[in-house]
């Protein structure tokens, strides 16, 4: 069986099952990856996932492969992503965990995401068990030396994490109806109760948790909310907060319905929790309001890649206090860790919002956030990087005021323009920003021409 390496990602394996990826390639990555555990003098892991449909099976064979390689497994079940990074982070005795998910990706996609002690991500690691992998390189426990699999309770986690966050000491400071909309993904199993006991009045919706995603895809970002939208301004709700398929993006809508934006979200953090000299992080795919209005507030504002991983090691390397990524990826590292949970900065936001007595629409209405436009152009994976490579080469040509730490991005005055590969689909992501949105529109017009251009021509000579 051909197996495609491009399933094999900047920070996880993920495909389409049956087509792509099936459980003897969980199997034999996540064997691998207890040896490097064991390489590294680690020996227990944990073992969680999200509520699709394949999860059940993938987690078996995740399992199989961990104590095949020697490691014991620890497995937690159906439980947000953030919460089984919580369980590795909390748990002095855990060096490393396993979470099956395809985040947001459509039903047919499933995956594995490999994670430190800390709860964060593997990075170059996942190259390691690439190499591994396609050479062949696993070392299989003997008979005497296989580790065992033990079963943790998932309720008692859920309310472990609870507790953690009743901890932190935000709440809601006075009564306002919040609208959650988990979108059959796991999220549903722990969001309404947390803003419950926060709390909050709660207006849950699409809470069930169904791996076929009936209420639409599972892609809060860049997925048609019209529906939820509509019940925000029916139900008048104050805000509403839409969750992915594994809870590691929130997305918060104010009551007109508009998306509150990520970096709109870390600058109404950092005026409230943080404080000036502070160093935030974030990714290349950002909106330049962030670093255009914190630096005059006094605050260090840091770029990185795009990925969970790499916003991680930024904080780790820099010290510093909070992490966003454009996607609704955040980092609240002044905790304590360093791995992203959207569901609880989610939490915080709101508590905030609560406290501060000022409307999400009245905030989004003074910060005004810069127009922003997000396309995804389909693109194989297998010509992906280079049709960024050739892009890159003649932009680097045209341009002087530009970022090649992911992709390219490339800075006007009052605007920027990124052109990056997707490290989880098949497509090019070009995302397109002004103050003026006509000045947005126009660039985004003349920048996805080259994108088309460019694919084409790389598809007639490969």
């Not at 947390?194 to 892609?219: E, Q, T």
């Not at 809060?220 to 809870?247: C, F, N, Q, R």
Request: hydrophobic share 40%.
């Amino acid at each position: 069986m051909h197996i495609s390496r491009e399933i094999f990602r900047a920070y996880d394996i993920r495909g389409v099952i049956g087509r792509d990826l099936f459980p003897d390639i969980i199997t034999r990555a996540s064997a691998i990856f207890a040896n490097i555990i064991l390489e590294t003098g680690g020996k227990n892991v944990t073992l969680a996932g999200d509520g699709r449909t394949s999860t059940d099976m993938l987690m078996s064979a995740a399992a199989s492969g961990i104590v095949s390689g020697g490691c014991n497994v620890y497995i937690t079940g159906k439980i947000p992503i953030s919460v089984a990074n919580f369980v590795t982070w909390r748990r002095k005795d855990v060096h490393g965990g396993a979470y099956i998910t395809a985040s947001h990706n459509p039903p047919e996609y499933n995956g594995i995401r490999f994670r430190h002690g800390d709860g964060t991500g593997f990075a170059e690691e996942n190259q390691e068990i690439k190499r591994r992998f396609f050479e062949d390189e696993i070392k299989f426990a003997n008979w005497d030396e296989l580790g065992s699999i033990y079963t943790l309770n998932s309720e008692l986690i859920i309310d472990e994490y609870l507790d953690f966050v009743s901890s932190l000491g935000f709440k809601a400071e006075r009564k306002i109806k919040i609208l959650l909309d988990t979108r059959n993904g796991i999220a549903g199993v722990i969001v309404p109760k947390l803003f419950i006991n926060l709390g909050f009045d709660v207006v849950p919706i699409n809470v069930n948790v169904d791996g076929r995603f009936p209420a639409g895809d599972p892609d809060p970002v860049h997925t048609d909310l019209s529906k939820t939208i509509e019940i925000v301004k029916t139900t008048h709700v104050s805000m509403a907060i839409a969750y992915d398929g594994d809870g590691d993006r929130a997305v918060m809508i104010d009551k007109k319905g508009r998306k509150f934006p990520a970096e709109a979200v870390a600058i109404v953090l950092a005026r409230e929790i943080l404080k000036p000299g502070d160093t935030i992080v974030y990714n290349v795919a950002c909106s330049s309001m962030l670093r255009e209005v914190l630096e005059e507030e006094g605050f260090k504002c840091v770029e990185c890649r795009v990925g969970d991983v790499f916003v991680a090691k930024k904080l780790k390397a820099t010290n510093a206090k909070f992490g966003v990524e454009g996607s609704y990826h955040f980092f609240p590292s002044w905790i304590g860790f360093y791995y992203d949970d959207a569901i609880l900065v989610s939490a915080i936001f709101a508590s905030l919002i609560s406290r501060i007595n000022k409307s999400l629409d009245k905030l989004y209405n003074e910060l005004k956030p810069w127009p922003m436009i997000k396309e995804n152009i389909s693109a194989p994976d297998e010509i992906k990087w280079v049709v960024v490579d050739y892009i890159k080469e003649k932009l680097l040509k045209m341009y002087d005021n530009v970022s090649t730490i992911d992709g390219i991005k490339i800075y006007f005055d009052g605007a920027s323009v990124l052109i990056r590969p997707s490290n989880t689909e098949p497509k090019i992501r070009v995302f397109t920003e002004a103050k003026n949105p006509d000045t947005a529109m126009k660039l985004h017009k003349t920048f996805k021409k080259i994108v088309l251009d460019t694919i084409s021509e790389v598809k007639q000579y490969r």
